[in-house]
T-cell receptor, first 110, second 114 residues
Framework: GQNIDQPTEMTATEGAIVQINCTYQ??????LFWYQQHAGEAPTFLSY????GLEEKGRFSSFLSRSKGYSYLLLKELQMKDSASYLC???????????FGSGTRLQVQP | ETGVTQTPRHLVMGMTNKKSLKCEQH?????MYWYKQSAKKPLELMFV???????ENNSVPSRFSPECPNSSHLFLHLHTLQPEDSALYLC?????????????FGEGSWLTVV
């Protein structure tokens, strides 16, 4: 089976940096995804990691360590509009679909 | 605009009604999905279609019946639902083999069963 853990809620200050962690257990790991979901809206794709290391995309970066079953999403220069849920998801060999964690609700305060 | 369109956006139905959710993708993908999102629970995969063939059915009750007439359209037929089926139903599509099979979601259909 697959198991994904991430914190339920986090709070951070506008302009700061926040790191959202995700740990996973899965057989045949084939990639890890981060999605952003604003309240009442669909999840939107943020990043994809399949190899170890850091992928940077503007203010957002995602890191993966396959040996540790660990990933994080780093958000820099936080803005109020970054208040949303952040979903970690994994895919495994032979499965087309993604398996999602429960999501981390991030609240950015002034 | 994500390239995946769902209708209706909101639906209220009684437990004896029959209704359908519709999804259309304009991305040229050949895999489509239904996910269910309930409050405080992870996104739950319901069905996967690849090239119009159902390839995965995650122990979903028979009161949910999917239909995929072609690679661009996906339906979820609903019949004799229960109040606990009230949730956000998300359609998604992907092109396997690209970027790890990144999936793209529609805006979702909010379903309330009364």
């Amino acid at each position: 089976g697959q198991n994904i853990d991430q914190p339920t809620e986090m709070t951070a200050t506008e302009g700061a940096i926040v790191q959202i962690n995700c740990t996973y257990q899965t057989s045949g790991f084939n990639g890890l995804f981060w999605y952003q979901q604003h309240a009442g809206e669909a999840p939107t794709f943020l990043s994809y990691n399949v190899l170890d290391g850091l992928e940077e995309k503007g203010r957002f970066s995602s890191f993966l360590s396959r040996s540790k079953g660990y990933s994080y999403l780093l958000l820099k220069e936080l803005q109020m509009k970054d208040s949303a849920s952040y979903l970690c998801a994994v895919t495994s060999t032979g499965r087309r679909a993604l398996t999602f964690g429960s999501g981390t609700r991030l609240q950015v305060q002034p | 605009e994500t390239g995946v369109t769902q209708t209706p956006r909101h639906l209220v139905m009684g437990m004896t009604n029959k209704k359908s959710l519709k999804c259309e993708q304009h991305l040229g993908h050949n895999a489509m999905y239904w996910y269910k999102q309930s409050a405080k629970k992870p996104l739950e995969l319901m069905f996967v279609y690849s090239l119009e063939e159902r390839v995965e059915n995650n122990s979903v009750p028979s009161r949910f019946s999917p239909e995929c007439p072609n690679s661009s359209h996906l339906f979820l037929h609903l019949h004799t639902l229960q109040p606990e089926d009230s949730a956000l139903y998300l359609c998604a599509s992907s092109q396997p083999g690209t970027s790890g099979n990144t999936i793209y979601f529609g805006e979702g259909s909010w379903l309330t069963v009364v």
